[in-house]
């Protein structure tokens, strides 16, 4: 049986008395791609936090790529970071920088490359994301989906073993953000990589996720495959589906 590369265990976090996650449990294998689904303000940025070491858990176990981070420093963080990507929601780049040199960033900070290896792996980089010769751009300059190109570009140059993807959809038109699922489908063919995606877009679940889980009110109340999901009769998975639960919670001021 493949050993699990993340994994939470019983893992509970509170933010004063409004509980965020209670006792979840969730296992993801090398390899495969898991999307969080949910209504906003249930918990999937948390989950994503917990994963990079931004929070800590109240309780419960996290286990990555074989090792429990619940009592990491913050160097064995950052040594565990660097097998780590991250495709933020609003792309995160640095706008004093070019595309070039937002992509060189983590090359530059954590390899001993020549600056010719690093100039060809931005091309590469940018090619494989369809941005060939945007590396003198500027971040003002590109659309929000050429913004997430470039994210997703810097995310994968260090070669990481794990990527995750905070709603990398959001914004996007349905075309571009087809797109973007696309490229995250084709990297996880490419490189292997082992990748979580939290996201409302069930468009961009569907076509980039191997298994999908449903978060609500501190629990996953739903895992599937994807077309286990789409064949659930599960009550809160149709109208989370249909976009039911999204648009009660924005209505209700939600986050």
């Not at 420093?73 to 933020?88: A, I, P, Y």
């Not at 010719?116 to 659309?143: C, F, H, M, N, R």
């Amino acid at each position: 049986m493949t050993q699990p590369i993340i994994q939470f265990k019983d893992v509970s976090k509170a933010f004063g008395p409004k509980v965020i996650l209670d006792k979840v449990n969730f296992t993801i294998i090398p390899g495969e791609t898991v999307a969080v689904i949910g209504p906003s303000g249930t918990g999937k940025s948390t989950v994503l936090k917990l994963l990079i070491g931004l929070l800590a858990p109240d309780s419960g176990d996290i286990i990555i790529k074989g090792h429990s981070v619940i009592d990491y420093t913050e160097d064995q963080w950052n040594e565990l970071r660097k097998s780590m990507g991250m495709v933020f929601q609003y792309s995160a780049l640095f706008d004093f920088l070019d595309v070039g040199e937002n992509v060189a960033f983590g090359l530059r900070q954590h390899t001993n490359k020549s600056e010719a290896e690093i100039q060809k792996i931005v091309s590469e980089l940018l090619t494989s994301v369809g941005l060939d010769g945007a590396e003198k751009s500027y971040p003002a300059e590109l659309s929000g989906g050429m913004k997430k190109r470039v994210s997703l570009a810097r995310a994968i140059a260090l070669k990481p073993e794990i990527i995750y993807y905070d709603e990398p959809t959001a914004g996007l038109d349905p075309i571009m953000a087809g797109n973007i699922s696309e490229l995250i489908l084709q990297t996880k063919r490419k490189l292997g990589v082992t990748s979580l995606l939290v996201t409302h877009d069930m468009a961009s679940a569907f076509l980039a996720a191997d298994r999908i889980l449903l978060l609500d009110k501190g629990h996953f109340v739903f895992q599937g495959t994807v077309q286990e999901t789409k064949d659930s009769t599960n009550p809160l998975v149709q109208r989370f589906i249909r976009g039911e639960l999204y648009m009660e919670k924005s209505k209700g001021g939600g986050k």
